[in-house]
């Protein structure tokens, strides 16, 4: 059973194109990330939800937009993609709490690719 | 914002020698995990260290919260193939919100058989 599972696995658009990144987990987490890694390997937090609300919100231009319609999905909506948004992008879930927000659970990822 | 330095930044060794990483930082963590991720998967969580000078093994793995809080360190005895992967390090600065997770850079780590 996959715990938190993303969709698509690999999406490659043009420039300028919307497009949407679905994340659901089965594990009865509160809440939900999402993380991007740029191709040096970096991860750098995103966005969190706790409970359908956002908790979280990094310095992330306003073309990502977060959607929270319950507290088992999280879907990642991207406006007028560029080049620079090329890389892979994982979500993750976990527990409430002082310890079990930190430990996360991460999805498989997405790798989107700009052309 | 806050960064991770991981050292080595990779590393090449023979099937059944022990490794050893570290992760420093310049401002106190009150947690530290460490994650693997493998080829085209999310990362996994291996250990997560919550009290200074705490030291907790997962199999052959072995981590430690730094007395200063400022580092962690991660060693891996009697490598296999199976270990190859990156390895990193990540935590919530101290003042921070839970959850916020910094990672650092990443240790790649390569095991000839």
């Known amino acids: 059973d996959t715990a938190v599972s993303q969709t698509p696995k690999y999406l490659v658009t043009q420039m300028g194109n919307d497009k949407s990144i679905k994340c659901e987990q089965n594990?009865?987490?509160?809440?939900m990330y999402w993380y991007k890694q740029d191709s040096k390997k970096f991860l750098k937090i995103m966005f969190s939800?706790?409970?359908?609300?956002?908790?979280i919100n990094e310095t992330v231009p306003n073309r990502f937009s977060p959607k929270s319609p319950d507290k088992a999905h999280l879907n990642l909506h991207i406006n007028s993609l560029e080049l620079g948004d090329s890389a892979v992008y994982f979500c993750?879930?976990?527990?409430?709490?002082?310890?079990?927000?930190?430990?996360?659970?991460f999805g498989p990822g997405t790798r989107l690719t700009v052309l | 914002g806050q960064q991770l330095n991981q050292s080595p930044q990779s590393m090449f060794i023979q099937e059944g020698e022990d490794v050893s990483m570290n992760c420093t930082s310049s401002?106190?963590?009150?947690?530290w995990l460490w994650y693997k991720q493998e080829p085209g998967e999310g990362p996994v969580l291996l250990i997560a260290?919550?009290?200074?000078?705490e030291l907790t093994s997962n199999g052959r793995l072995t981590a430690q919260f730094g007395i200063t809080r400022k580092d962690s360190f991660l060693n891996i005895s009697a490598s296999i193939p199976s270990d190859v992967g990156i390895y990193f390090c990540?935590?919530?600065?101290?003042?921070?919100?839970?959850?916020?997770?910094?990672f650092g850079q990443g240790t790649i780590l390569t095991v000839h058989p």
């Open positions: 993750a879930s976990s527990q409430g709490g002082t310890s079990g927000l930190n430990e996360q659970f």
């Open positions: 594990l009865g987490h509160d809440t």
């Open positions: 939800y706790n409970n359908k609300e956002l908790i």
């Open positions: 401002s106190i963590f009150n947690t």
């Open positions: 260290l919550y009290k200074a000078g």
């Open positions: 990540a935590g919530p600065p101290g003042g921070t919100s839970y959850g916020k997770l910094t």
